[in-house]
């Protein structure tokens, strides 16, 4: 499986406690897009059955948040434009199948300790 990183994006929460992920725009529209995460560092935005998005480096004060979110809404923009949004399902899973070192990413502890 191919993954692309999403190296810049932002977790927002609104009054209601609905959780905003805002990423960058892409070309296609999504087709039954769903995100999949395990409660830790990373997440991966499946946002079509060919493009698998990898949300790197989730901070841990969201992820109780959204270890109990049963949906999200993704919100796509081009610089401060937005281009689409959408509901998105989250989907719990016991443990995210993808061997993180090969992809490149690190725990968000280890990025802390390097940071130091």
Not at 25 to 39: C, E, F, R, S, V
Not at 60 to 66: A, F, G, I, S, T
């Amino acid at each position: 499986m191919n993954y692309e990183v999403e190296k810049q994006y932002t977790i927002a929460e609104d009054a209601s406690g609905i959780l905003y992920f805002f990423i960058k725009a892409k070309k296609n529209d999504p087709l039954n897009p769903q995100i999949i995460y395990d409660g830790f560092e990373h997440a991966v935005f499946m946002r079509s059955p060919e493009e698998k998005i990898i949300l790197d480096y989730i901070n841990p004060q969201v992820r109780d948040k959204l270890r109990k979110a049963k949906e999200v809404i993704v919100v796509e923009s081009i610089l401060e434009n937005i281009k689409d949004s959408y509901y998105t399902s989250l989907n719990m899973v016991e443990k995210i199948p993808v061997d993180w070192s090969k992809i490149g990413l690190k725990t968000w502890e280890e990025i802390a300790l390097q940071q130091q």
